[in-house]
């Protein structure tokens, strides 16, 4: 038998090197990258996805390219040049232009673009009639001064020097920059630059995006999937390695820069990956369209943009590798566990060979050993349900760790004992089906993914990812479920964080126009429904551009986390504050009895902000003008119901402010006036 055994393991090792003989080598596909900047840390990990070979195994052979003032990174990608390139947030104004660009990842999930200016430029305001250094994708800057009320036409853009010497050196007045790069060489050659941030005004974007065209999607859909898995990849291990990238870009890209500027570049450039709180690459579409909303509020593209085939969908292509690992993680549980049957079989018919017998149990002995420490020392709790008694005929010792219970508590109960009430119900109607769709042999192999809340010992809950598949039991002929459970409370922690922040003003912390909008809509129908009013207000802090311009945008900051606790505190719990931008507020009254009402809560408000504020060592006085409009009275929707508000508040200012002015009907003539 020994030998018998020898002569088929010979057999099928002849057969596996044959198929490898059998595989050709498979030629790289060569594709390039367009940077938008010079070779520095900005693009580190597409240099340690090519320096590890991530590109190499995922069959390319990449040519970085890095960029010159005259190169446009969207028109190299457009043209067939590259394949792939590097833009910012103007990707979204190349795609409403007609440019069928794809963004595919998020590199940087805030961006790092500022203004640097000489120092004789105080205020933003100063830059009217002077030289401006702009370069190509900064079109959030352009926003920014937009939004401040600069007049675009009042300065003078001149191309980009792409050096800090442009400003040192008095070519301009003022140049574009990222906090990462320009600072470092104004410190050194302490010249006393102006910093004005685009986050000053609210205006918040991503950074470097990682993208493609539509043509290169559509004709080579898997190479697009695995040039951004490897760049990705590549990302992660620069984070981790960032020394060793450092002197890889010192040796192989740019041995012009020292040590110490690619230090201060990583310093600056690594906390914009936000990777503790996010996956690198992540792209929130809501922040995509708050973003267009910024870019169509200003003017620079339409506000019917649509977001059809912008962004690309990586979920279902990069969670693939992830499910066939388990796949066959499961089928390697399920063969193993064939070849302690296969093996106890032989056992039975082998007993009048004492020798056969004792090889054959050390060989399951073994067998059992390498299992047991794969399944017992792993995180994740590994177990194996009967579909009809609902009982777990195996779990792993990790279960202990995860929830409290030993495993042989949790095989003493139910299913219903290891979920919480409402979530035990959902599940067992599911498995039911789950067990039909098996049976009917439709879809044998399909994996079964569940995010549920599970209790622990101590009456805490958990959440947790169950990903099983459905098995016949050879010997008992019952249908079981394998599984495998993780906590996954981390992910969901920040999903609901990302979730919050995209609902959210990060300063104040009030709800942002995107929320402040679907409660809007809720507050409407409910008094369609029921009858009633809900009053809109308005509100523009008066004297507020003086406290940025004299003490700073800090200052100011603080002065808005203020405004917004004593507005707080003015309305009742079902109503809204929220912050739409700068010093711009809108409250939601969920409900009101008539304008007397609402004027009262106005006013309640109005003097809450005339009072002084404690601030930077001194008082502060400012004041509000508020405009009130009431539905259904003053607007049959949410957008007539706004811009009647909105007309009524810039009367407030221009007849005195520091006032409650409710909307009448002959404003919308002096608004037009």
């Not at 009320?149 to 990222?178: E, V």
């Not at 508000?645 to 006036?673: C, T, W």
Request: glycine share 8%.
């Amino acid at each position: 038998m020994s030998a018998m055994m020898n002569s088929r393991t010979g057999w099928w090792t002849a057969v596996l090197l044959c198929c490898c003989w059998a595989l050709p080598a498979q030629a790289l596909e060569r594709v390039a990258l367009q940077l938008k900047w010079t070779h520095a840390f900005q693009f580190a990990g597409y240099y340690a996805a090519l320096e590890q070979g991530y590109y190499r195994d995922a069959g390319l052979d990449v040519n970085i390219v890095e960029a010159d003032p005259a190169t446009d990174p969207v028109s190299e990608v457009l043209a067939g040049r590259s394949q792939y390139g590097v833009g910012t947030s103007s990707l979204l104004l190349a795609r409403a232009a007609g440019k069928p660009v794809v963004a595919l990842a998020v590199v940087f999930q805030q961006s790092p673009y500022a203004i640097y200016a000489a120092p004789h430029i105080g205020h933003l305001e100063d830059l009217v009639g002077k030289r401006l250094m702009l370069e190509s994708q900064s079109d959030e800057l352009l926003a920014y001064l937009k939004k401040e009320g600069i007049p675009l036409d009042r300065i003078r853009q001149i191309p980009h020097s792409f050096d800090a010497d442009g400003l040192m050196q008095g070519k301009a007045d003022a140049i574009s920059g990222y906090i990462s790069n320009e600072p470092y060489f104004f410190q050194q050659a302490q010249y006393p630059y102006r910093t004005f941030s685009p986050r000053s005004a609210g205006i918040d974007f991503y950074g470097d995006n990682l993208f493609t065209s539509a043509q290169e999607l559509d004709a080579h859909p898997q190479r697009v999937r695995a040039f951004r898995a490897a760049s990705l990849r590549g990302w992660q291990y620069a984070k981790q390695h960032r020394d060793e990238v450092i002197e890889l870009i010192r040796k192989k890209y740019a041995p012009n820069l020292s040590y110490d500027y690619l230090r201060f570049e990583s310093d600056q450039m690594l906390p914009l990956l936000q990777p503790n709180l996010i996956e690198i690459g992540y792209m929130n579409p809501g922040r995509w369209r708050d973003i267009a909303l910024t870019y169509a509020d200003l003017g620079l593209m339409p506000a019917d943009f649509s977001f059809d085939g912008f962004l690309y969908d990586a979920t279902e292509q990069d969670m693939g590798w992830f499910y066939r690992a388990l796949g066959v993680a499961l089928l390697l549980v399920a063969g193993i566990g064939g070849v302690a049957l296969y093996i106890m079989r032989t056992n039975r018919r082998l007993k009048s060979s004492i020798t056969a017998l004792e090889t054959t149990q050390q060989a399951l002995a073994k067998s059992e050993k390498h299992y047991r420490v794969l399944v017992e020392t792993m995180r994740d709790v590994v177990w194996v349900l009967d579909s009809e008694t609902l009982y777990f005929r195996y779990v792993s010792p990790s279960v202990e760790r995860l929830r409290g219970y030993t495993p042989e508590e949790v095989m003493c109960e139910s299913l219903d004992a290891a979920l919480t009430p409402e979530y035990a119900t959902l599940l067992k109607q599911q498995i039911k089906l789950n067990k039909e769709e098996f049976l009917s042999g439709r879809e044998p192999d399909k994996v079964y993914i569940e995010e549920i809340q599970q209790p622990r010992k101590d009456g805490t809950l958990v959440w947790t990812e169950a990903i099983a598949k459905y098995y016949r039991n050879e010997e008992s002929g019952r249908i079981e479920v394998h599984g495998v459970t993780r906590d996954i409370s981390e992910r969901r922690a920040a999903q609901e964080k990302i979730r919050h922040m995209a609902l959210h003003d990060l300063l104040t912390g009030l709800p942002n126009r995107m929320l402040l909008n679907d409660r809007l809509q809720q507050a409407l129908a409910s008094v369609r429904r029921d009858g009633g009013m809900v009053g809109l207000m308005f509100l523009d802090l008066d004297k507020f551009k003086q406290v940025n311009d004299t003490l700073g945008h800090d200052v100011g900051d603080l002065l808005l986390v203020q405004v917004a606790a004593r507005m707080l505190d003015c309305v009742r719990g079902s109503d809204t504050v929220a912050r739409i931008g700068g010093d711009e507020f809108i409250v939601l009254l969920r409900t009101v009895d008539g304008i007397a009402d609402a004027v009262m809560v106005g006013e309640k408000i109005r003097e809450a902000l005339h009072r002084p504020f404690e601030l930077a060592g001194r008082q502060l006085a400012i004041s509000s003008s508020i405009g009130i409009a009431l539905y259904p009275e003053h607007g049959a929707d949410g957008v007539e119901l706004s811009k009647n508000a909105d007309i009524a508040m810039y009367h407030a200012k221009a007849h005195g402010r520091d006032r409650v002015q409710p909307f009448r009907a002959e404003m919308s003539g002096e608004n037009a006036l």
